[in-house]
Nanobody, 118 residues
Framework: QVQVVESGGGLVQPGGSLRLSCVVS???????MEWYRQAPENQRELVAI???????EYADSVKGRFTISRDYFKHTVYLQMNNLKPEDTALYYC?????????????WGQGIQVTVSS
């Protein structure tokens, strides 16, 4: 069974930093790994992507402030968030494209809260 588990969220003041982690277990191979976020009354939006080869893409709203990275040996993806703003407040989700046995599909984490407030 594939599991995707996020950690590292919390409350931070504007201008502060947080690092989110997402561990994937139970799969044979993980392809793209992505971070999404959803604020109250908003649609879920893509924040950052990292491919299996290490290529990255970011939403315009986080470029220059957020960095996505992955540790292949630990089956983990990170989201380093710097210079956080109140509008970054949201529930952050990790999504992983995972090969399990012979089936490849997307798996989501349960989400983790990030609150930016003074």
């Amino acid at each position: 069974q594939v599991q995707v588990v996020e950690s590292g969220g919390g409350l931070v003041q504007p201008g502060g930093s947080l690092r989110l982690s997402c561990v994937v277990s139970g799969g044979r191979l993980t392809y793209n790994m992505e971070w999404y976020r959803q604020a109250p009354e908003n649609q879920r939006e893509l924040v950052a992507i990292i491919t299996q080869s290490g290529s990255t893409e970011y939403a315009d709203s986080v470029k220059g402030r957020f960095t996505i990275s992955r540790d292949y040996f630990k089956h983990t993806v990170y989201l380093q968030m710097n210079n956080l703003k109140p509008e970054d407040t949201a529930l952050y989700y990790c999504k992983a494209d995972v090969l399990r046995l012979v089936t490849r599909q997307d798996y989501w984490g349960q989400g983790i809260q990030v609150t930016v407030s003074s």
